[in-house]
C-alpha cells in the first residue's frame, strides 16, 4: 500500500515556475515507479513524467520536455515535479500515482493516486 499526498500547487504567471511535492507513506515506495499526471476540466487525464523506481530513467511529454523535471528522494519518500516555463496551457490538477513493476505512461496502468493539487498559470 502507498498513500500520496501533493502540494506545491498554485497561482503563476506565464513563465513562472512551480514545483510539486508528493510525500508518500507505505513500505513500497522505495520499489514504486512515480508519475505525474494531470487533468483540465472537460478533458482526459493526461500523462506529464514518469520515473523508476531507483530514478535512473524518466520520461517526458513531448510537450514537457525541457521545462519540467520528475525527481526522486527515497530517503524521504518523496518525489518531485520541477516546472518551468509555465503556459497558461499548463494550468490542470496535477496528480502524482504509484505502481510497482514497469514505467507506464498510461495513468489506467497507475494503482495509487494522491488528491491532487491545482495548477493554475495567468496569461
Known amino acids: 500500500q502507498v498513500q500520496l499526498v501533493e502540494s506545491g500547487g498554485g497561482l503563476v504567471q506565464a513563465g513562472g515556475s512551480l514545483r510539486l511535492s508528493c510525500a508518500a507513506s507505505g513500505r513500497t515506495f522505495s520499489s514504486a515507479t512515480m508519475g505525474w499526471f494531470r487533468q483540465a476540466p472537460g478533458k482526459e487525464r493526461e500523462f506529464v513524467a514518469v520515473?523508476?523506481?531507483?530514478?535512473?530513467?524518466?520520461y517526458y511529454a513531448d510537450s514537457r520536455k525541457g521545462r519540467f523535471t520528475i525527481s526522486r528522494d527515497n530517503t524521504k519518500k518523496t518525489v518531485y515535479l520541477q516546472m518551468n516555463s509555465l503556459k497558461p496551457e499548463d494550468t490542470a490538477v496535477y496528480y502524482c500515482?504509484?505502481?510497482?513493476?514497469?514505467?507506464?505512461?498510461?495513468?489506467?496502468?497507475?494503482?495509487?493516486w494522491g488528491q491532487g493539487t491545482q495548477v493554475t498559470v495567468s496569461s
Open positions: 520515473i523508476s523506481w531507483s530514478g535512473d530513467r524518466a
Open positions: 500515482a504509484a505502481r510497482v513493476g514497469g514505467i507506464p505512461t498510461d495513468y489506467r496502468a497507475y494503482d495509487y
